[in-house]
């Protein structure tokens, strides 16, 4: 046998030395993906509920685009963004405006939550409110509550108040009050079982809120969407747009002394407008 052939056949013997190897590893088995129609409401919040058990503590930052009103006057910012996530009920937003870390700081914990805007120029103004004296989300330009679901923990509540229809490959399920009238709307792809989108509604059936989400960027471990648009629109007509793009996610431990330094409601010194929150209505504070 000469050299070209002995070459040829160590070449053999190796390549299929590697693919005995490849052939008995470990295989990591990927999950079954269904895009049937899910049979019931049943099915659709057993499935939701499963990607909020899922959802994962961690930080983030990016961008957010912002138009809302002051004094009835629109305004447009475009500032960076960090984000603190803790599940099931602790999340902080804060945004750089106007050189001002928290210019824009919003947040909550098991208790209470706030959103407070100190640069003049969005308002300088404080609203606070305690989970337990709310039913409906009043008129705030983004609300935790919103903010919190869009992360995925949706508040299913009762299934009997959820009905179920089809929408071209979209689930859409609707949660309606005790009247009868819906105040919920969940848009979720089947293919993977996220929220797309998630519409709220007032008593006379407008919609007040909307979040739409995708999920265009890939975070290792960690299922969030990656770019947050949340529009609301008050009972004068004037709609708030946020728009939220992350740019990375990482898992993060929350310590008890982190904890308390980012989901601890501050209070609200400095400010020219401080409301509490009952009800949806806005109660304005004594200074």
């Not at 049937?36 to 994962?56: F, I």
């Not at 601890?264 to 401080?274: I, N």
């Amino acid at each position: 046998m000469n050299s070209s052939q002995k070459n040829t056949r160590f070449h053999y013997i190796a390549v299929v030395v590697m693919l005995f190897f490849v052939g008995c590893a470990e295989q990591v088995p990927k999950p079954a993906v269904s895009c049937s129609r899910k049979q019931s409401v049943t099915e659709c919040l057993y499935y939701l509920q499963g990607y909020a058990d899922s959802v994962k503590s961690f930080k983030a930052h990016g961008q957010c685009f912002a138009k809302f009103y002051v004094d009835g006057k629109l305004r447009k910012e475009n500032f960076p963004v960090k984000l603190w996530f803790n599940p099931p009920f602790q999340v902080r937003l804060q945004g750089d405006v106007a050189f001002n870390p928290r210019g824009v700081d919003l947040g909550s914990n098991e208790q209470t939550f706030w959103l407070a805007m100190k640069p003049k120029e969005v308002g300088n103004g404080y609203v606070w409110g305690q989970w337990s004296q709310q039913k409906t989300f009043g008129e705030m330009p983004v609300h935790p509550e919103i903010l919190l679901e869009a992360l995925g923990l949706i508040d299913v509540g009762a299934e009997s108040d959820w009905s179920l229809t089809q929408q071209g490959d979209l689930d859409v399920l609707a949660e309606r009050n005790e009247a009868g009238s819906i105040v919920k709307k969940i848009y979720v792809p089947r293919c993977d079982y996220r929220a797309s989108r998630i519409e709220y509604f007032n008593t006379s059936g407008r919609t007040i809120v909307s979040a739409e989400l995708e999920y265009k960027q890939a975070f290792r471990d960690i299922s969030v969407p990656s770019v947050i648009k949340i529009l609301t629109c008050s009972e004068k007509g004037e709609e708030s747009l946020f728009r939220i793009t992350l740019a990375s996610a990482n898992l993060y431990d929350f310590t008890e002394q982190r904890r308390k330094t980012f989901f601890t409601r501050y209070e609200p010194k400095g400010f020219e407008h401080v409301y509490r929150m009952i009800n949806g209505r806005l109660i304005k504070q004594p200074q």
